[in-house]
């Protein structure tokens, strides 16, 4: 056979992986699709059932009596969490692109870009560490409950301060994973525009800020949304750090921005262990349909991004002429 | 800022200051404040995370820790240093040739629609979260081929999981490959498999082989897709590939943390320590060879 033919084939391992993940999730996760129905997504209800009773036969599906599955609480939590972590990840990551780009010159703008960046480096579970050891404690001990008092008559900053876990740190900690992404991206922007712009602007008066306000920033306005929904896909499926600094919430939907949540990524690994001791087995085939379901989100929101960039790329090399 | 002082060639010929609007000054001002307050932010939490991982980690890392093996709520990594070694080298050994393929095909054959369903799909791969592959290894591997806990599953989701970072920097890295080498080659007569095993791969090497190193730290780095699937042992690696479960440092990370007691507390940091500086290691070295290679 030809080279070109065989390096197809060992090319075509890639795309079968991903085809292979779906599909087996999705034969697997089948009965509890079933049994579940469109329910499953607004329904605020995770019940195994009895579990000391028999099986039952329900639409031709075997559960145990009473076991009811509804991830409302986790769209919640999973949605809100990314939320936050994108409202402090964009204006921090913004900000800290135009400083990088515009007012820190030459060798100095790498070194601190690379120490800035390496922060995307740091392994997801030495967030959770951070998070558990460090950041819970003070905001737990000192932050929250200052806030909860000072913004008491604010809806959803007032209320019970709780322990630290909850909605609001796994939002900070969020936002800490995916901040350089939103930085790198749009600082290669900004370097990369031409300077002629700039000068052009500041030759009618402009100040150098101003500059970067009005022109450059809303001529790389594309890159910052690509980078977002890139930053938006990595929240989305976060694991590790969100498991240690949640309080993995169980049917609760938050009541404030400390209340503990779960998220669907982190609820998989939380749960697994008990829902393995459900005999008819729904409770595993439900956690392989949230993880479907995951899965399906955070492609469709990776694919836009990736589509949003390259468009973004294409524009720029047809508008740069000179 | 420097603007806020301007000068503009007046009617006399002289230099005047421009008069700007204070409201105009003032929010060039806050612009830059708050700009360079947030990269300040930026760069306060990460020294905050290093100061909590070096201290703590250099406190706890003894020769013990290095050199035994886990028992009950302390003793040492010696284990999980074993098994993050060989999950990761595993992983490698089955994504390299396969990554490598598909990232030839996508830049050696960009004209043809397989390489764009690859490409498309690479970075779709790269969006599926890491848990849910985990999730997919336990279904399959752990229950359906009935492996248990083991080394070949823990490897082959790590494995999908650096595929896609592989296919992208091999791809890149060939695409720094001048075409009037290829064309050159090809006019004297040279074979496909001739200009892309001999002439190109050996140029775009030292990229393709930061991309793995890079690929080498995810999966070194990766917590989610193991639990699952590899499980957790405090013995050293018995040998088998299927049906024993093994130890790998970021389990220790988040199991020893929760521990109520200090000797279990130490190994945690330890382990977040070796993995932390491995992995900036590979990081740092990944960002100065690109730099070089120009990719």
Redesign the interface.
């Known amino acids: 056979m030809r080279f070109r033919n065989w390096l197809a084939i060992l090319a075509g391992v890639l795309p079968m992986s991903l085809v292979v993940i779906l599909v087996f999730l999705t034969v697997y996760a089948w009965p509890a699709i079933r049994f579940n129905g469109w329910g499953f997504a607004f329904r605020d209800m995770w019940n195994l059932g009895n579990l000391y009773a028999d099986s039952v036969t329900s639409g031709g599906v075997s559960i145990q009596p009473g076991a009811e599955y509804g991830i409302l609480f986790l769209i919640a939590g999973t949605l809100l969490s990314t939320l936050i972590a994108l409202m402090f990840a964009i204006p921090v990551g913004a900000g800290a692109a135009v400083f990088l780009a515009e007012a820190i010159p030459g060798q100095l703008r790498t070194w601190i870009s690379l120490f800035v960046e390496l922060l995307a480096a740091i392994p997801s579970v030495v967030f959770g560490l951070w998070g558990y050891v460090v950041l819970i404690p003070f905001l737990g001990h000192h932050v929250f409950p200052f806030m909860s008092s000072t913004l008491d008559l604010v809806p959803f900053f007032g209320g019970p301060p709780g322990s630290g876990y909850g909605l609001l740190t796994a939002g900070i900690v969020l936002a800490m994973m995916v901040v350089p992404l939103i930085t790198a991206t749009l600082r290669d922007a900004l370097v990369s525009q031409p300077v002629a712009l700039k000068e052009a602007t500041i030759a009618l008066g402009a100040t150098r800020f101003e500059a970067i306000r009005y022109i450059l920033l809303p001529r790389t306005r594309g890159v910052l949304i690509g980078a977002t929904f890139l930053a938006l896909g990595r929240a989305l499926g976060e694991t590790m750090a969100v498991l240690m600094v949640s309080g993995n919430a169980l049917n609760y939907l938050p009541q404030n921005i400390y209340s503990p949540i779960s998220t669907m990524a982190a609820f998989i690994v939380s749960q697994l262990d008990s829902a393995l001791q459900d005999p008819s087995g729904l409770a595993v085939k439900s956690l392989a349909e949230i993880a479907l379901v995951l899965c399906v989100i955070s492609v469709a929101v990776n694919a836009a991004a990736r589509l949003m960039l390259a468009a973004w790329g294409r524009r720029l090399s047809t508008v740069e002429g000179a | ?4 002082s ?1 000068t ?1 060639l007046g009617r006399n010929g002289r230099r005047v200051p ?1 008069k ?1 609007r204070w409201t ?1 000054r003032i ?2 001002m806050l ?2 404040t ?6 300040l ?3 306060g ?2 020294v ?2 290093l100061e ?2 070096f201290v ?1 980690g250099f406190s706890a890392l003894t020769p013990t820790v290095l050199t035994t093996v886990t028992q009950g709520r302390g003793g040492g990594l010696l284990n999980a240093i074993e098994g993050t070694a060989v999950l990761s080298l595993g992983a490698l050994l089955l994504a390299v ?3 490598m ?2 990232g ?3 830049a050696e ?1 960009h004209f043809s629609h ?1 390489a764009s ?2 490409g ?14 985990g ?2 290894g ?3 591997m752990v229950e359906w081929l009935g492996w248990n806990f083991s080394v070949a599953a823990g490897a082959i989701v790590l494995a ?1 999981i650096c ?2 970072y592989i ?1 992208r920097t091999t791809e890149l890295a060939l695409k720094q490959v001048p075409g009037e080498i290829r064309e050159a080659a090809y006019a004297l007569g040279a ?3 001739r200009v ?1 095993l001999r002439i190109c791969l050996p140029a775009a090497l030292p990229g393709i082989l930061t991309g793995i190193l890079l690929a080498l ?1 995810i999966s ?5 897709p193991l ?2 699937t590899a499980g957790w042992s405090s013995f050293m690696w018995d040998g088998h590939l299927t049906h024993s479960p093994i130890g790998y440092l ?1 389990y220790a ?2 199991t020893f ?1 929760n521990e109520p007691f200090a000797s279990a507390n130490a190994l ?1 940091y330890a382990a ?1 320590l070796l ?2 500086g491995f ?2 290691l590979i ?2 070295v990944a ?1 100065f060879t690109l730099k070089r290679t120009n990719i």
Request: charged residues 10%; hydrophobic residues 60%.
């Open positions: 800022m420097a603007s806020a301007s503009a421009i700007m105009r929010s060039t612009g830059w708050s700009c360079g307050l947030a990269l932010t930026l760069s939490l990460m905050w995370i909590m991982v703590r040739p396969f990554g393929a598909s030839i095909y996508v054959y397989w369903v690859i498309f799909l690479a970075d779709v791969l790269v969006g599926v979260p890491s848990i849910v592959m999730y997919f336990y279904v399959t999908i595929l896609p296919c074979s496909d498999r892309i730290a070194v780095g990766e917590t989610a639990l699952y970021t990370i988040w943390i945690a977040a993995v932390t992995v900036l990081n740092v960002r």
